[in-house]
Structure formats: structure tokens, C-alpha cells
């Protein structure tokens, strides 16, 4: 039983900053890719960003320079940092891990960037 929980959503302003985490357990395992989706109402669910587990980081254009994917001296966890939100980041963002064909998303946490 592998379960991904992701924290940290919330209200912000614009120009604010939030930090999201996302916490795997229930596996004996270390992800090869954990990653951060999200998805606004009426659109489909975008890769915003992963992190592999030679520490290798990819980015939406979108995000990129605003955002930054990491993982802390532990197995299993990834963060992103938020900084520089924009009312457009408004969404439900996802966190998702994978090991070779296995793949588990997480809850999903709210975003909401006020102008």
C-alpha cells in the first residue's frame, strides 16, 4: 500500500510564496521520479515539474525560475517552492512518484492566488 500525501496548499496573494510537500509511505522503495502536477478547472493536468533520484530537475516553462522541485535528506519526500504565484496559478496541485512502470499520485492540495 503506497499513499502519497500532499500538504501545504492554501490562500495566497499574488507575489506571495508557498512551499507544497509530498510524502510517500507504505513502500520499501526510493521513487526513480517524483514529480509536481497541477490542474485548473476546465484544463487538463500539467507536468509543472520533477525531480529525479539523481537529484536531475525538469521544469515548465511556465514555472520556470518561479518554482523550484527538491528533496530534503530523506527518502520518499519532494517539495515545491512557490515563489512569485500568479493569480493563473490558481489550481489543485498534484504530487506523483514513479518506480520503473509503477505510478501513484497524491490527493492533491488547492492553490488559490488572489490579485
Known amino acids: 500500500q503506497v499513499q502519497l500525501v500532499a500538504s501545504g496548499g492554501g490562500l495566497v496573494q499574488a507575489g506571495g510564496s508557498l512551499r507544497l510537500s509530498c510524502a510517500a509511505s507504505?513502500?520499501?522503495?526510493?521513487?526513480?521520479?517524483m514529480g509536481w502536477y497541477r490542474q485548473a478547472p476546465g484544463k487538463q493536468r500539467e507536468l509543472l515539474a520533477t525531480?529525479?533520484?539523481?537529484?536531475?530537475?525538469n521544469y515548465a516553462d511556465s514555472v520556470k525560475g518561479r518554482f523550484t522541485i527538491s528533496r530534503p535528506n530523506a527518502r520518499n519526500l519532494v517539495y515545491l517552492q512557490m515563489n512569485s504565484l500568479k493569480p493563473e496559478d490558481t489550481a489543485v496541485y498534484y504530487c506523483?512518484?514513479?518506480?520503473?512502470?509503477?505510478?501513484?499520485w497524491g490527493q492533491g492540495t488547492q492553490v488559490t492566488v488572489s490579485s
Open positions: 506523483n512518484a514513479k518506480l520503473s512502470l509503477l505510478e501513484y
Open positions: 507504505g513502500s520499501i522503495f526510493s521513487f526513480n521520479t
Open positions: 525531480i529525479t533520484s539523481g537529484v536531475t530537475t
